[in-house]
């Protein structure tokens, strides 16, 4: 069964209009190649930037299945499968039984591939930190709250892909 998505507006405010812009500006910052090049030698991890994404999906879910993976990045199933062989040769991930289906691998972090991420986090928020190191403590707790509130609303009219209907997200 499938119905229409939800209509959009006629029109956005103008402080949706800025939001989108700020977005779409810090999107480009953070995803230059010269920047996640910069952060990946500062991380002492030589990955490239789908790899990055893949890894950190992992490290913030129990394991998943590579069809699973491919869902939440997004992206095709084969570019998964190349992405965690690529993660695999390095020792950054490994391919465990998935508990429901013999039959069926999950992808799990290695040791290896734990410190990874953690030093990747760890250079991406030094590097925000002297981005931000004229904000104040309240400012920067504002600012943490309302992104935390905007990813739960995007997440809230978000578009399911196997029911095309808004996925309700309650609300704390």
Do not use: C, N
């Not at 069964?1 to 006629?10: A, G, I, K, R, V």
């Not at 995803?31 to 490290?59: N, S």
């Not at 905007?150 to 009219?157: A, C, E, K, P, T």
């Amino acid at each position: 069964m499938s119905t229409e998505p939800l209509p959009l507006p006629s029109v956005a405010t103008p402080e949706v209009i800025e939001i989108e812009r700020a977005l779409t500006r810090i999107t480009y910052l953070s995803t230059r190649a010269r920047q996640h090049d910069r952060l990946m030698t500062l991380a002492g991890v030589p990955l490239d930037r789908a790899a990055v994404a893949l890894l950190r999906q992992v490290a913030d879910s129990e394991p998943l299945r590579p069809g699973e993976l491919a869902q939440r990045l997004g992206v095709e199933a084969s570019h998964v499968t190349r992405t965690v062989q690529q993660l695999q040769k390095s020792g950054y991930v490994t391919r465990v039984p998935d508990p429901d289906d013999g039959r069926a691998q999950r992808i799990q972090l290695t040791e290896s591939g734990r410190a990874a991420v953690d030093r990747v986090r760890d250079a991406g928020a030094r590097g925000m930190q002297l981005a931000l190191a004229d904000w104040s403590p309240d400012e920067l707790g504002q600012l943490a709250t309302l992104f935390h509130r905007m990813v739960d609303d995007f997440l809230s009219y978000a578009v399911d892909d196997d029911t095309e209907q808004p996925a309700a997200v309650p609300r704390a």
